[in-house]
């Protein structure tokens, strides 16, 4: 399972978020492979389907159902 947070440089949530994430996959005895992705530009934040400091994503798609059908990204 491919886990892939998506952030600013410096979102506050972000450091929580990945322990989170970890800490999930490690309570579950989830095997994932993570990767974190920091966006700067527009052009990033569109490929990386960023919505908000930090997206979730697991195996592409956003965890929040509601955010799967969003078509504004952006860095700020």
Same mark, same amino acid.
């Given at each position: 399972?491919? @886990? %892939?947070? *998506?952030?600013?440089? &410096?979102? /506050? !949530? $972000? #450091? +929580? #978020?990945?322990?989170?994430? %970890?800490?999930?996959? %490690?309570?579950?005895?989830? !095997?994932?492979?993570?990767?974190?992705?920091? @966006? $700067? #530009?527009?052009?990033?934040? &569109? !490929?990386?389907?960023?919505? /908000?400091? +930090?997206? @979730?994503?697991?195996? /592409?798609?956003?965890?929040? +159902? /509601?955010?799967?059908?969003?078509?504004?990204?952006? *860095? #700020?």
């Amino acid at each position: 399972m491919q @886990v %892939k947070v *998506v952030s600013l440089e &410096k979102c /506050g !949530a $972000t #450091t +929580p #978020t990945i322990d989170l994430v %970890k800490e999930a996959a %490690k309570e579950m005895d989830i !095997a994932i492979d993570f990767m974190h992705v920091i @966006v $700067t #530009t527009a052009e990033e934040a &569109k !490929a990386q389907r960023h919505i /908000g400091s +930090p997206t @979730v994503q697991i195996n /592409g798609r956003d965890i929040d +159902p /509601g955010a799967r059908d969003v078509a504004q990204f952006g *860095v #700020t």
